[in-house]
């Protein structure tokens, strides 16, 4: 749109706008055509660019200007049309207001247009600006009215797009009889692309507030429960050690009184603070309720007619396509390319010079920056900008970050434990001495040779630090630290509900969260459009599970496919392990042989890396298809069940590798002379003889980290920018030539456009409940993992709150009063780390080995003779033919008698190679750990769980004061209300004793007749 003129909108002469209709506003009146020879003198002209007629109608644009006046476009008759001003952008803060500068927009709907000839332009306009109730005069028709020129390939890309034009043209219609406002711009910097901007009135917003039950806050404020005495003076000390970590913003600062909220209700607006209308209701609330009548008006109805023959057909296929579309609120709309975007707008920039004061720009500078890393979140703020439910995971985010510091200090002191006794360690100690001469028999057949244990010194000195006493008492503090965590997320999440009002929102949120998606309703009707029902009788029915079924089926078989493909890839990098290790082992020099298994660990964890990475992004599409198809009712359920399948693939996909390592590697190996082969090929892998817990670290560690650091700096940063890069350049490319138009400045909806679109949490809670499951689930073999948690988790904060402010468009506010299914998830995966751990350090971890020689057979007392006990011996003549190895003598002597790691009799025993009967003992001991460990740890979380109360008792004080204040406001009116009707018999009656006075008396005494009806109120 040109700067200095103002786009108009044809409206019916007669009746009222919709909803308008008890206002002052009854729409713009075109007059009598006998005056439409007015001469252009008047100051309202219209420009032939952007004439609401095609041109032989231009005749009638006489206006009423009184009305004008109603709607607020102008007050002054002179400047009605002209040029409205210097800067119009600036006058409507460019495109945060209308173009009068009074209107907010709440929401911009975004949609593409074709401009293949300036005739089928008109007549797109005259259609388009039609968006409230229509005139008595047909719309021009497609084809109809004016002359195009239209090739034979043409006229079927213009039917999708004239339907596409139509559609938005009945839905814009329906909105603005919902009582919203609407105003079209296509005159922008991005080329083929129009906006729609929405506004809704007071009226509007009041009665979807009282619709939708949002608490605001009344004019009635009370004080909150301050600590007195000890914990006055200890809060007061917290307050300013904590300050300067405070953030600068006026919502963190701590409250002393707070206004008693309630479901707003028009009957009860003398309840509410109403002296400043414009911010009554905040641009997050506004865009809520503007997104809640976008979803359930419906676009349905057929507007044109195509004609004969082939364009029958034609209009045939639109009109079922439309009845199948049924009762599509936005989304749908937006999924058939009507639209191609919809989204509330940001409150403005948050850099550059002159920028004025906003939420965006506070958020950026004391919350988006890295610089700000040691500060405390504002939570408040963050909520006030994006809603409850974004706001709850960025203080669930930061509760559990907090929650990792204690964590990450026992780590450490568990690690650095681990470094100060690792010279104290006795079998590690006869491992690295080399007077024992102890002879290991080959890692691989004929290739590999006999080797002496004490080369692997190094990697039984790196075990002890992670494999010591103080693993055990660290997994059972980890157990109890994620109980302590979640009773203290309750607890904060509790303290949140109470200050963002969200107390009781349940019967609501299901009220809400019930309306079935768009997808659901559009099955429904198919299914009564297969059963030859009326629309009438659309709503009885319902999608039972026989019409699920193909869609179950298609779940169960594709998740069990996608497990048993993760379960392949692992067994394909076992084959590489095994592999390249014989491979090595027959290429590499002496000195090389030695660093073989370290190679081969190493690389086998990076492709699991990569593969797993992969896996991830392919296997949340899969989720999101399979939940797809099994049409869930409602946005809850679908989300529920999307995040249920994706968690369990992606469950899988990370931490198989790793209990492949943790559970099975070097179990089912068989002993020398008979051992088990994959495909009569591949020997199975053996741990190493300190065994299999140093290799479990470098595995979680090296997926851990990774994971975290590729997904930090790639997914999250670099895909982002290069998804905005490129649309830049797509736009870049469209962009018109004219140094005056590349020059403006772009309106607020056109920056916001070009972000991109927010595809909700599911993605930044699971990176979250994966790395949750690294902290917990085998901490016990990485003491160090809550520290590199904690590390990357200061990052990722600043990191996904610089992408919502600057990277993402504004999404959609949305009430939660808690985290949903991922409160189930956390404790189930608590639950499942006690089993875990139990298990690593009876299984995997040599804990229960050595307690069984300390207390069973140890002759003094010591661990002295321990890796002697756990080594079996065998005959060398008793390998099968063609396993033994090709250089016998590489050690320099002929060996008679190699070792292996495993309880198996002699071979000078009368059942030589069995199993002895050492291996039941520490198999029972070890069974009998898991179970005690598992029972005294769940009872030991229990218990925290039951003696911390999820409310704390402040917060239930507060709650009961409410109900007890609200009850006292309500009896008050009440009160009032029969005071008044007292006062009001009584003045009925003191008018009917003075009416039966003599008019001499009346006149007389006429200060005392007014006397009659004059009484002081005080309510």
């Known amino acids: 749109m040109d700067k200095d003129e103002i786009h108009l909108r044809r409206l019916p002469a007669a009746a009222p706008w919709g909803p308008h209709a008890d206002s002052d506003f009854h729409g713009v009146d075109f007059l009598p055509d006998d005056l439409s020879e007015v001469p252009d003198e008047t100051g309202m002209r219209v420009n032939k660019k952007y004439s609401c007629l095609p041109a032989e109608e231009k005749g009638i644009h006489i206006i009423n200007i009184r009305a004008i006046e109603d709607i607020g476009y102008d007050q002054h008759e002179s400047t009605l049309l002209n040029s409205l001003s210097k800067n119009p952008d600036a006058d409507c803060k460019y495109g945060l207001y209308f173009r009068d500068g009074k209107r907010k927009v709440d929401y911009i709907l975004v949609y593409h247009y074709k401009k293949s000839s300036a005739g089928r332009t008109l007549t797109r306009r005259a259609l388009h600006n039609d968006a409230g109730a229509r005139s008595t005069k047909q719309d021009p028709l497609p084809g109809k009215g004016v002359q195009m020129e239209m090739g034979e390939s043409e006229p079927h890309a213009d039917c999708h797009e004239d339907d596409k034009r139509f559609r938005r043209e009945e839905y814009e219609g329906n909105l603005v009889e919902a009582g919203l406002e609407l105003e079209h711009d296509e005159d922008t910097k991005i080329h083929g692309v129009g906006f729609v901007k929405i506004h809704a009135p007071w009226n509007v917003l009041c009665r979807e507030a009282e619709f939708l039950k949002l608490k605001m806050p009344t004019k009635k404020m009370y004080q909150i429960n301050q600590t007195h005495g000890l914990l006055k003076k200890i809060n007061s000390v917290i307050q300013k050690i904590t300050e300067p970590i405070q953030p600068k913003v006026a919502e963190h600062k701590p ?287 319902k999608l ?194 004219d140094h005056e138009e590349h020059m403006k400045k772009k309106q607020r909806y056109e920056v916001d456009y070009n972000l991109e679109p927010f595809s909700g949490l599911t993605p930044e809670y699971m990176e979250m409940i994966i790395q949750f499951g690294f902290v917990t689930l085998f901490v016990a073999s990485f003491p160090l993992a809550p520290l590199f948690a904690l590390l990357n988790n200061i990052i990722e904060i600043r990191l996904d709150a610089k992408k919502f402010v600057t990277e993402l468009r504004r999404p959609v506010a949305v009430r939660a009063k808690d985290i949903g299914i991922w409160y189930n998830i956390l404790r189930g995966i608590g639950k499942l780390a006690v089993i875990i751990n139990a298990f690593v350090i009876s299984f995997t971890s040599d804990f229960i080995p050595r307690l069984v020689y300390l207390y069973m057979y140890s002759e003094n007392g010591t661990m002295h003779g321990f890796v002697n006990h756990t080594l079996s011996s065998f005959n060398v003549s008793d390998f099968q033919a063609g396993t033994a190895p090709n250089d016998p003598m590489e050690l320099g002597y002929e060996v008679q008698i190699c070792r292996y790691k495993d309880y198996r009799e002699p071979p000078w025993s009368e059942n030589k190679y069995d199993i002895s009967k050492d291996f039941w003992a520490v198999l029972a001991a070890r069974l009998a750990f898991v179970i005690v460990f598992q029972n005294l740890v769940m009872f030991m979380s229990d218990f925290v769980d039951w003696i911390i109360p999820d409310i704390p008792k402040d917060i239930s004080q507060q709650i009961h004061k409410e109900k007890v204040l609200m009850v006292e406001v309500f009896m008050r009116e009440e009160q009032g209300k029969l005071q008044m009707e007292t006062w009001k018999d009584k003045d009925k009656k003191k008018g009917e004793n003075c009416n039966n006075h003599s008019p001499r008396l009346s006149l007389s005494h006429s200060g005392s007749l007014s006397s009659c009806h004059s009484y002081p109120v005080d309510v």
């Open 544 to 737: 039972t599970w026989k019409d699920r079924f193909p869609a179950y089926l298609t779940n169960f078989v594709g998740i069990i496919f996608m497990v048993g493909l993760t379960f392949a890839i692992v067994f394909g990098v076992i084959i590489y392990r095994i592999s390249t290790a014989a491979a090595l082992a027959i290429s590499a020099t002496p000195s090389g042989r030695s660093s073989v298994r370290v190679t081969v660990t190493a690389t086998a964890v990076i492709i699991n890396l990569v593969v797993i990475i992969f896996l991830d992004e392919v296997y949340g599409c899969i989720a999101r298809w399979l939940t797809q198809i099994e049409v869930p009712k409602t946005d809850k359920n679908f989300e529920e069940r999307l995040i249920f399948k994706a968690f369990l693939l992606k469950f899988v996909n990370a931490y198989t590798p790793i209990f492949y390592v943790a559970f099975f590697k070097g179990r089912f190996v068989g002993r020398p002379g008979d051992y088990v082969y994959i495909f009569h090929s591949f020997r199975m892998e053996e741990c190493a003889p300190g065994g299999c817990l140093m290799e479990l670290c470098i595995q979680l560690s090296i997926i851990m980290l990774g994971k975290q650091l590729i997904q930090n700096n790639l997914f999250e940063i670099g895909i982002p920018k290069m998804k905005k890069f490129i649309r830049y350049m797509k736009l870049k490319r469209r962009r018109s030539l």
């Open 255 to 541: 409250q002393t009184v707070k206004r008693l909220s309630y479901p707003f209700s028009r009957e009860k607006q003398h309840l509410f603070d109403l002296s400043d209308r414009d911010s009554f209701f905040d641009s997050k609330t506004r865009s809520t309720i503007v997104y809640e009548i976008l979803k359930r008006t419906t676009c349905t109805k057929a507007k044109y007619s195509m004609g004969k023959g082939e364009g029958r057909k034609k209009e045939t296929a639109l009109l079922n396509k439309r009845r199948k579309c049924g009762k599509y609120g936005i989304t749908s709309l937006l999924a058939n390319g009507v639209y191609s975007a919809a989204y509330p707008l940001h409150d403005g920039d948050y850099e550059g010079e002159n920028v004025e004061p906003n939420d965006r720009k506070l958020l950026c500078e004391e919350w988006a920056s890295y610089g700000v890393f040691y500060k405390y979140q504002p939570i408040d703020l963050v909520r006030k900008y994006f809603g409850e439910k974004i706001g709850l995971y960025f203080a669930w985010l930061g509760v559990y970050t907090q929650m990792l510091i204690p964590a990450s200090i026992v780590g450490i002191i568990v690690f650095l434990y681990g470094c100060a006794t690792v010279d104290e360690n006795i079998p590690s100690m006869e491992m690295c001495d080399q007077r024992n001469n102890i002879t290991m028999c080959p890692l691989c057949d004929r290739t590999c040779s006999y080797w002496k244990m004490s080369s692997a010194c190094a990697t039984a000195r790196a075990s002890h630090l992670f494999d010591n006493p103080a693993t055990v008492f660290f997994s059972v503090f980890m157990a109890l630290w994620a109980a302590t965590f979640m009773e203290h997320w309750k607890r904060k999440q509790m303290r949140l509900n109470y200050r963002w009002d969200l107390t009781g929102f349940e019967e609501e949120e299901e009220a809400v969260k019930a309306h079935p998606r768009a997808e659901y309703e559009a099955k429904v009707l198919e299914k009564s459009l297969r059963k030859e029902h009326k629309h009438k009788e659309t709503d009885k029915e």
